[in-house]
């Protein structure tokens, strides 16, 4: 093996997509035919080097300081195409395939990252599979550094997680793969390369797999792939969390050098996790401290890091993940108010502070105190506190809460005020974003159309999508949520608490990038948020129309959150906001209102452990929002994107009078764990919106009638799986109209 030390210094991950979003345009100009392929290849490269170059200039200037986390659209696609567990990792239009589908093939499953905003793409995998290696892949991303004169770190994900992520777990492949890495870290080493970093976070989230059989797996693949003689030096990462229970297996395996995660976020859940590590990390192997958390956007602590550090001894300094789940920069950023932006470090303010952390109080004065009069000015400033937030939070009940009455009461007053027919029909609350509205939000923003203007345009197109629902036939209306750029970010804006940054773009998957707000102090509504449209919309039709609100636990999901409060205060108060805009709605004539809560899975947390308190929290939030509504008052709520039979009691918990709920995709497999204890009416969603097909009036009825086997017909509805903003009218029409032909068709059989 080779005697290049570890960097002092480094990094787990940088954003792959560039600070103009380089690669985004990059493969949407390929996909869509405007660039060849050559022109796409040389395209991202240059972007690659450039990234190098950009990560040198900061300072990581060590030999193999900068990791080579390279992916054109995933890096779990990108390990399994290496490694061969999935075939077709030489071909480019191949990997596309893989990635986004053809015409004749569904692509591969995508999911959560971990419990991040990030989603992979899912190997598909067979036992008894062919596994066959392409090292090329990774000795090119190499070679071509080399080229531009950087001495790069080669990454891959590691064996058993990949496994482990796989669809089915198929754990009799182990040997077969773990040869396969065998086999390219040869390559590697064949190359020159001196370090690979190899990421193993399954060992940090609670899965399927019981501990012990992890714990196993890395203990056999591990001994395998460090027994072998021609391999680089093995750097191989946790982030995500604390190593828990695999911590001593892989302390005993003595790779050349470990990560582990030691951001606050991960030692406020597991406190003696500084303890554990020194206990169970052999000194012969190189401790790394990902001690600058790589998730959140709140500048380090740069003397209470320090203390780690000392405890640790002698190390190397991380991130406790990669960056990639950051923005680039805050030189990005004119528009932040100037305290809460001292407050942040994105991913170059983060490797600044990483260096400093190396470099030590005497080297690195000037970051060290900059940093202290951050903690003091944050501590201090009035902005984050609220007192009048405080005083309404202090007049909530402690524990859950519970709306009055229950809801079999409830439903027979809404039957009442409401007199909907049997199977009601309803979407899920937007329209298809056309070219117009978007053109005329951003014209708004630049100020070229005025705020008469905006608001002209804006109901010119909800009338347009009222008509058209009622001229289809569906009971209960939405205003299409033309107003809104991202059902997070339109409430942020308009929330006390929040701030919104102009180009903090994070890639969410592929080419697609989201603006994370960030919630830096106590939340709170100092106006109505929704009304203006939702009346406007309910003065067009005689039929009930939708107010429509996300909800909290859905809000801070897709926000960068506070580090200076348990995330159920934060809950709380956008669920005391929230409630306030209940009351106005119902005040202005709404009577049925619909609060999202798509990522309520989303935030679970990878310990079993953690688990039910988040649900008690979680729950306990959306509870706030309804908890004062009137009887009548129909509350509905929607959860998409994940499978929720893990968590259909917390569902069942939310206590809404309505629950749709994504199955189109499953063919209505979440019924299965409907039971007596889930009360509220249903909407299992019969149109997979994520597709531009458009479903046959048959197969809409076969749906619903798969659902009246478990549902009972009183409580059924009928819509589509989720939100109707990425499709085209095209599609969107005859769906509906098929939509309610088969709702008919099935009343009428019965
Ligand atoms: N009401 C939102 C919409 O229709 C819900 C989106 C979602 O669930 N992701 O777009
Ligand atoms: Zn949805």
Redesign the pocket.
């Known amino acids: 093996m080779s005697t290049v030390a570890f960097p002092t210094t480094t990094i787990e991950g940088y954003p792959r997509i560039g600070a103009q979003r380089e690669l985004k345009r990059a493969l949407e100009s390929y996909w869509s035919g405007q660039i060849d392929a050559d022109t796409f290849r040389s395209t991202t490269r240059a972007l690659r080097i450039d990234t190098y170059n950009h990560l040198r200039d900061l300072g990581l200037s060590e030999p193999y300081a900068i990791p080579a986390d390279v992916a054109l659209y995933d890096h779990v696609l990108e390990t399994a195409l290496t490694v061969g567990l999935v075939a077709g990792g030489t071909d480019l239009d191949e990997e596309f395939a893989l990635a986004r589908g053809t015409a004749t093939r569904v692509p591969l499953e995508m999911t959560k990252w971990f419990d991040t905003n990030y989603h992979y793409l899912v190997p598909e995998v067979a036992a008894g599979q062919e596994i066959t290696p392409v090292p090329d892949r990774i000795v090119r991303i190499v070679e071509e550094a080399r080229e531009a004169g950087h001495q790069v770190r080669p990454y891959l994900v590691g064996p058993v997680t990949l496994l482990a992520l796989s669809k089915p777990v198929e754990w009799s492949l182990l040997p077969a793969l773990v040869d396969a890495y065998a086999q390219v870290f040869a390559a590697l080493r064949q190359a020159g390369v001196e370090w690979v970093q190899v990421a193993e976070p399954i060992v940090v989230a609670d899965v399927d797999t019981p501990d012990a059989d992890i714990a196993r797996y890395l203990g056999e693949a591990w001994s395998t792939l460090l027994g072998a003689d021609a391999r680089p030096n093995v750097y191989l990462t946790t982030p995500y969390g604390a190593a828990d229970a695999a911590l001593p297996v892989l302390g005993e395996l003595k790779p050349e050098a470990l990560h582990v995660d030691l951001s606050p976020w991960t030692l406020q859940a597991t406190p003696d996790y500084v303890e554990q590590v020194r206990t169970h990390v052999a000194p012969e192997t190189h401790l790394v401290a990902g001690l600058i958390d790589g998730r959140n956007v709140w500048a380090a602590d740069l003397a209470e890091r320090t203390e780690i550090l000392t405890t640790l001894g002698a190390t190397s300094v991380t991130t406790s993940t990669s960056l990639q789940h950051v923005p680039h920069t805050l030189k990005a950023e004119r528009n932040l108010p100037v305290d809460v932006a001292t407050w942040l470090a994105f991913a170059d303010e983060k490797i600044a502070e990483a260096l400093a952390l190396s470099a030590g109080p005497q080297d690195a004065e000037v970051a060290f105190a900059a940093s202290a009069r951050v903690a003091r000015t944050r501590a201090e400033s009035p902005l984050r506190h609220d007192e009048a937030v405080a005083k309404r939070l202090g007049t909530l009940p402690a524990g859950q809460v519970q709306r009055q009455p229950l809801f079999a009461e409830r439903q027979q007053a809404q039957r009442e005020a409401l007199n909907l027919p049997s199977l009601p029909t309803t979407t ?3 329209f298809p974003q056309t070219p117009e509205i978007r053109q005329a939000r951003a014209a708004h923003r630049n100020g070229t159309l005025s705020d008469a203007q905006y608001k002209e345009a804006l109901q010119q197109e909800i009338k347009q999508v009222i008509e058209l629902q009622e001229e289809i036939g569906i009971d209960v209306l939405v205003h299409g ?1 033309a107003e809104r750029n991202d ?1 997070v970010q339109y409430f942020a804006e308009l929330l006390d608490g929040f701030v919104v940054t102009e180009n903090g773009w994070v890639q969410s998957y592929g080419s697609r990038c989201t603006r994370p707000p960030i919630v830096y102090g106590d939340v709170s509504r100092p106006a109505p948020m929704t009304v203006e449209w939702a009346t406007y919309a309910q003065s067009l039709s005689n039929k009930p129309v939708k107010g ?1 609100l996300t909800g909290p636990v859905t809000i801070l999901a897709w926000s960068f959150k506070r580090d200076d409060v348990p995330l159920s205060v934060s809950a709380d108060q956008i669920g005391a906001a929230l409630a306030d805009e209940v009351r106005d709605l119902e005040e202005a004539g709404i009577s049925i209102i619909q609060i ?1 809560e ?1 990522a309520l899975r989303e935030l679970l947390p990878l310990r079993a452990k953690d688990r039910p308190s988040y649900l008690d929290w979680a729950v306990r939030s959306f509870r706030l929002v309804a908890v004062d509504a009137k009887p009548t008052t129909q509350i509905h709520t ?1 959860l ?1 994107y994940s499978e929720f039979g893990q968590i259909i009691d917390a569902v069942a918990g939310l206590d809404a009078d309505v629950t749709s709920i994504e199955a189109a995709r499953s063919r209505m497999e979440l019924l299965a764990d409907i039971d007596e204890t889930f009360h509220s009416e249903i909407g299992p969603g019969v149109w997979d919106i994520h597709s531009p097909r458009v479903p046959s009036v048959e197969e809409i009825v076969e749906l619903l009638q798969a659902a009246l086997r478990h549902v009972p017909a009183e409580h059924l509805w009928v819509n589509p799986d ?2 109707l ?1 990425t499709r085209k009218y095209e599609e969107v029409e005859p769906s509906l109209r098929n939509l309610v032909a088969a709702r008919d068709a099935v009343l009428a059989q019965r």
Do not use: A, N
């Open positions: 899920i609350g937007s949520e059902m429509m999202d798509p929607h998409c989720c939100g903003k």
